[in-house]
């Protein structure tokens, strides 16, 4: 969060509303989060964003993806225990808009936005949005308002270019996403992943270089955690070329990969590229299928 907020002051765009350097950039503003991933998801880089952001005394809307299956055409909850943090539910637009001139998208997603801050009796500051498929095109808003665009997913691939360009400032989570969206704008930069909250006594001392690394006595015990094929594919393929270095029988590893399951399609795909990437001699493969479920409350 640190880091974002410099990122903001120090780039070259002028700043849409008045801003003093004693006071933190993401203070008393009204923030509209757009998330490619509902709230009652596993907890991810947007939740955790949204509750930061709730903790430094914003007032955020977090907005979920369309859903067909509610009460109203836009139904607002306060989230329990994040003071001034509240999720933002709502029925689809319509079909076939994606075929419409986008002046006509814009005018939709204006009015949206203008009956969100009617119910919030607020004026929103800033779009935080993290995805490309809905809300991508930020003339939708007016100028005064500050405009950021988080690619943080691979897999946004829908209309990143029109969200770099239309953006004030665009955050990318790695080298390969920001090469894809700074030629459509100067200002972007790179903001990795990072950490907020305890270290176990073991991380610590890897910290701070103290930890003694020893050799299990077994083989290894490995476990590889998510989604995404090519990140399990760069995982599979090194773990590959370390069991080529002649290492005794003992010392071969059994690797278990917990794959999210929430995704069917790609789960599939990443069990088929681990299987053929790793030899079934060297390497023993336990596959654990996870499924992420959270209640809404």
Known sequence: MYLLEKLVIKSNFSLPFNYRMEQSFFDCKTIFLISPEPWDYISVSKHHYAIALAKKG???CFINPPVKRIAESIVIEEVVGVKDLFVVSYKPFATGLRFLPRYFMNLIERKFLKKIEKRINLN????????????????FVSPEVLKIYF?????????????????????AINDEILGIVKPFNENSF?????????????AQQILEGK???????DRLQV???GNHEDYGKIFAETLNNLEQLNCPEKMKARITFALDCTYPRQLDKIDELIRKTISKKTIEIIFCKLRYEKKRK
């Open 211 to 217: 930890y003694i690394y020893t050799k299990a006595a």
């Open 190 to 202: 790179k903001i990795s992943h990072s950490f907020q909250g305890n270290l176990s006594e073991q």
């Open 223 to 225: 476990m590889y955690v």
């Open 124 to 139: 929103f500051d800033v779009i935080l949005n993290f995805e490309n498929s809905r809300f991508y095109d930020f003339h």
């Open 151 to 171: 690619q943080v997913d691979q897999n946004q691939d829908f209309h990143p270019e029109i969200a770099a360009r239309t953006a004030d400032i665009v955050f």
């Open 58 to 60: 914003n007032t955020v």
